[in-house]
């Protein structure tokens, strides 16, 4: 919608609660990256649900809707300080049972942030995946955390960079085996993906679990923005 909408018009007011004590523990490096994808992702419901950006200031948004259906199908808890959208919809109970949902969740990226299509199986134990924030060390890509014990498989990592001189991004995906609840990977990378990495601009990793169909468990998705590698 490209233009204030008129007649009966529902206004939205959103900002991301405690703010200046999340920039104070992050940091302005590090809160700036939360800032850009919390607007982001604001900005990617917006334009999905026909609404209209009327100004935004800081972490601040005033969004403006034709129907208050519209703006409730908006919401959506969004968690800026764990990097967390949280979108809820309703199964079946047979699909639920059966594990046999698949969500598909698409961003289009912008001019701060990459696209980026994940899969994820629904279902009704949640998964309860926690990562660390991988990193590039000596070569190696590292990343840990931990899952519902029940959660079988692997957790899968990825490393997204784009290399210099390039536009596409280039993604590499790794499996770390998920034992008791537990997940843990150390990959070498090769000399050429280390020089890749050091010249690209922005680097970044998801740690996906695609979900149990066997056990009921849903999928999770977690996207981190890494530090600069020399």
């Given at each position: 919608m490209s233009h204030l909408p008129t007649g009966t018009i529902t206004f939205l007011f959103s900002d991301i609660e405690g703010s200046t004590a999340m920039a104070d523990r992050l940091g302005d490096k590090r809160f700036m990256d939360v800032l850009r994808e919390h607007?982001?992702?604001?900005?990617?419901?917006?334009?999905?649900?026909?609404?209209?950006?009327?100004k935004s200031e800081g972490d601040g948004f005033m969004v403006a809707f034709q129907s208050a259906g519209k703006t409730t199908r908006f919401s959506?808890?969004?968690n800026a300080a764990k990097g967390e959208l949280r979108i809820s919809r309703a199964l079946t109970p047979g699909q639920a049972r059966a594990g046999s949902g698949t969500v598909t969740l698409t961003y289009k990226g912008d001019s701060d942030?990459?696209?980026?299509?994940?899969?994820?199986?629904?279902?009704?134990?949640?998964?309860?995946?926690?990562?660390?924030?991988?990193?590039?060390v000596k070569g190696h890509l590292r990343a840990?955390?931990?899952?519902?014990?029940?959660?079988?498989?692997?957790?899968?990592?990825?490393?997204r960079f784009v290399p210099a001189g390039q536009t596409q991004a280039?993604?590499?995906?790794?499996?770390?085996?998920?034992?008791?609840?537990?997940?843990?990977?150390?990959?070498?990378?090769?000399?050429a993906v280390m020089r890749d990495v050091a010249t690209s601009g922005a680097v970044s990793s998801y740690v996906l679990f695609a979900g149990d169909k066997r056990g009921g468990m849903a999928g999770q998705s977690s996207f981190f923005e890494l530090p600069a590698v020399s």
């Open positions: 607007n982001a992702i604001i900005r990617e419901q917006v334009k999905a649900h026909g609404g209209f950006e009327v959506a808890p969004i942030t990459r696209p980026y299509t994940v899969k994820l199986l629904a279902a009704a134990k949640a998964a309860s995946l926690k990562a660390v924030r991988p990193s590039v840990n955390g931990s899952i519902g014990k029940r959660a079988r498989g692997s957790v899968q990592v990825q490393l280039r993604t590499l995906s790794f499996k770390a085996r998920i034992a008791k609840g537990r997940f843990r990977l150390d990959q070498r990378l090769s000399d």
